[in-house]
């Protein structure tokens, strides 16, 4: 029996809790560059994936080379993100660059799956991504507030090379998650489209982490960093993501993972010290309005599927589950029209 829309929304969800970890495990390596953090993360958690996967990628290589083209745009998107990831964090600062990186994903991945895909986005989608893009704004200007009370702003320039390098830190974002769900739509199992996919951009990343990542064995502390950043928010955190784009389209995965800034900005509170004014804590609470939006059974819908038992299960005839009221339709044509 295939897990329902709202499992994979929970699998996603709890991804985005462990992504939410990266910022403040980061401050326990302040003299590791964001190009190395981002290439022993992504780069370690990635051939991780592909070891887990192998036996299923060797399994379903047939169908993986005839999706070259898609294995190898989502590899590359995988190698590029981490590392405009964190340098945009490191340019234009935490809040900036979490905000600019995963808040606009979500439109990243809408523009992707309408241009190529044909998809409609519903009434519901769009609420939920407004609610949730003006929750990671207030936690923008919530910790930009912070950090100029603190450190000072960084230079125009930097800050915009920042936002730069976060919108591609977006797109490539919204086009690994694209590539991955699209490989799983094809029969290909998540492990094995996740594995493929983060396995070659792990190996695209080597040769960065072998010139950048010399601090990370400088100290204990560093390495420790360095271990964490792989085993749980990027492997860990990457397969669970993979099981829930099995279940939920793209556009829908990226806006549910609009909780990892609001995670993060909750752990600077608890961990690292720092102090949330009111608005950042009404812009967790509209993250979680968002979310509630999106994972919130839609009655009628509900209804709908106890009335036709045999109707299409989930994944099947759109992406989405019929109790979840369809968040993203597919392109009409004379046949559904």
């Not at 991804?15 to 370690?44: E, K, N, Q, R, Y």
């Not at 005839?66 to 995988?78: D, E, K, Q």
């Not at 609420?127 to 009370?149: I, Q, S």
Request: aromatic share 6%.
């Amino acid at each position: 029996m295939k897990r329902s829309a709202g499992t994979g929304a929970l699998c996603v969800l709890a991804a985005s809790v462990l992504w939410g970890t990266t910022g403040t495990a980061a401050t326990f390596a302040p003299g590791v560059g964001p190009l190395a953090i981002g290439a022993v993360a992504m780069g370690l958690g990635g051939l991780l994936q592909a070891l887990l996967a192998a036996p299923q990628i060797a399994r379903h290589a047939h169908g993986l080379r005839a999706g070259r083209g898609t294995v190898l745009l989502g590899a590359a998107s995988v190698a590029v993100y981490p590392l405009a990831f964190y340098s945009s964090m490191r340019l234009a600062g935490v809040a900036v660059g979490t905000v600019v990186s995963i808040g606009t994903a979500p439109l990243a991945s809408a523009l992707i799956e309408r241009v190529v895909d044909g998809r409609r986005l519903t009434r519901r989608w769009t609420l939920a991504a407004t609610l949730g893009l003006l929750g990671t704004a207030l936690l923008c200007v919530a910790e930009a507030a912070h950090a100029a009370d603190g450190t000072g702003r960084a230079s125009v320039a930097a800050t915009l090379l920042g936002v730069g390098l976060g919108l591609v830190a977006a797109t490539t974002y919204a086009l690994y998650s694209w590539a991955a769900h699209r490989l799983i739509t094809r029969e290909i199992p998540s492990r094995a489209a996740m594995g493929a996919v983060f396995g070659l951009g792990g190996l695209l990343l080597l040769p960065v982490l072998a010139v950048t990542g010399a601090p990370l064995v400088g100290s204990w502390s560093n390495a420790a960093v360095g271990i964490y950043m792989a085993l749980v928010p990027m492997f860990a955190g990457y397969v669970l993501f993979g099981w829930g784009l099995a279940h939920v389209p793209a556009s829908t995965a990226t806006t549910l993972s609009l909780l990892e800034p609001a995670v993060a900005a909750v752990l600077a509170v608890l961990v690292v010290g720092e102090r949330l004014p009111g608005v950042g804590w009404a812009g967790i609470a509209l993250v979680i309005a968002c979310l509630a939006v999106l994972t919130t059974p839609a009655p009628a819908a509900r209804r709908r599927q106890r009335r036709r038992p045999g109707g299409p299960g989930p994944g099947e005839g759109g992406g989405g589950d019929p109790a979840y009221g369809d968040l993203v339709r597919p392109r009409a044509t004379p046949q559904n029209r």
